[in-house]
């Protein structure tokens, strides 16, 4: 297990400040598959949150020994129901891979439409007919004179 230095202990809980519990410890306890879900855990994220409900500080406290002796991980911090644990990332995993975007199609040459006449606008004082252009009305006849 590696000791962690003070400095390196007061940046790993600074990062582990926004992070969410990954992994939750309940009635059953500390079982296989959670420490095969926190060891998932640690390989992939390296720096994890643990929530563990209804222990006892001194029982959270012994917990958190047993998960770093089983994962070989080190305590960051107690605080509250949340256990913060740290271990260094594998160097064999394998990076992660950028999915390609899909080869553009190519080219096909679509026939353009002929543009759609406008409709006339109306405007204030003018009154459309039935197939027949826009008129003036009256009012505005008498006042154009």
Same mark, same amino acid.
């Given at each position: 297990?590696?000791?962690?230095?003070?400095?390196?202990?007061?940046?790993?809980?600074?990062?582990?400040?926004?992070?969410?519990?990954?992994?939750?410890?309940?009635?059953?306890?500390?079982?296989?598959?959670?420490?095969?879900?926190?060891?998932?855990?640690?390989?992939?994220?390296?720096?994890?949150?643990?929530?563990?409900?209804?222990?006892?500080?001194?029982?959270? +406290?012994?917990?958190?020994?047993?998960?770093?002796?089983?994962?070989?991980?080190?305590?960051?911090?107690?605080?509250?129901?949340?256990?913060?644990?740290?271990?260094?990332?594998?160097?064999? +995993?394998?990076?992660?891979?950028?999915?390609?975007?899909?080869?553009?199609?190519?080219?096909? +040459?679509?026939?353009? =439409?002929?543009?759609?006449?406008?409709?006339?606008?109306?405007?204030?004082?003018?009154?459309?007919?039935?197939?027949?252009?826009?008129?003036?009305?009256?009012?505005?006849?008498? =006042?154009?004179?």
């Amino acid at each position: 297990m590696t000791e962690l230095t003070p400095v390196r202990r007061r940046a790993l809980r600074a990062q582990a400040h926004h992070l969410h519990p990954v992994v939750s410890i309940a009635g059953n306890g500390l079982s296989a598959s959670v420490v095969a879900e926190i060891e998932r855990n640690l390989n992939a994220h390296g720096l994890i949150k643990v929530r563990v409900y209804g222990e006892e500080r001194s029982e959270r +406290a012994i917990l958190m020994e047993r998960i770093c002796a089983q994962t070989t991980s080190v305590p960051v911090q107690h605080i509250g129901n949340i256990l913060v644990l740290w271990r260094e990332k594998p160097e064999d +995993a394998p990076p992660k891979t950028v999915a390609q975007k899909p080869a553009p199609r190519a080219a096909q +040459a679509t026939p353009k =439409r002929p543009a759609a006449p406008r409709a006339r606008q109306s405007r204030p004082g003018n009154r459309s007919t039935s197939g027949g252009p826009a008129r003036r009305s009256a009012g505005n006849l008498a =006042r154009r004179g």
